[in-house]
Each structure stands twice: as C-alpha cells, then as structure tokens.
C-alpha cells in the first residue's frame, strides 16, 4: 500500500493479482487460462488481457503464456509526492541535527 501500488491498478487488475498471488506456488508461479480466470473472476477474457497488461506494466507480474509469475514489491519503487519528499527531507534533518550522546 505504501508503495503506491494499487494506484496504478484497476479493480479487474486488481482482482487478478489477488487471484495470482493466492494461487501462486513458493517461486510466486501459476498458470491458469484466461477463459478460466474470465470466470473465476466474473468478467470478460478481454478484460483479463486488459488486467494482465495493467499488471505487467506495473511490474507486478511477469507473464508467458501459461505461466504467470508474481513479482516482488519492494522492486516496484514508488515516486514520492513533494509533500512526501519534504516530509522525509524533514526528518532526516531533525535525525541529523540531533545531539550525539
């Protein structure tokens, strides 16, 4: 959440990545059709494509068909606001310009 990542993601893509990740086995790798996933997810095999591409291009998942894999976050770095960014600017003076004991 912190990272900012279901902001870039829709509610179908969304859904899929819940899916992929819940079946995904220890190496984060699945594979399911999309016909199958259009119905698991109640929607339309184009919107699976639509998801599929979504969650690549915000690299959470790699994708060769059959096979799904799901990626780690922490690779995903997230653009920081301004607020954000002085914010932290911030704190890390207050640390800097804390006495040393």
Known sequence: M???HVERCDCPALALYL??????D???LSFY???ALARLL???PVQVRQARADLIAADLI???PPLYQVLSVDAVPRELSRDEQRARLAQL???LE???S
């Open 2 to 4: 912190r990272e900012g």
């Open 93 to 95: 003076r207050a640390l």
């Open 26 to 28: 220890a190496q984060g």
């Open 19 to 24: 899916v992929l990740v819940t079946v995904a």
């Open 62 to 64: 790699a994708y060769q």
């Open 33 to 35: 059709g999309d016909a």
């Open 98 to 100: 804390r006495p040393k």
């Open 42 to 44: 109640s929607i339309e």
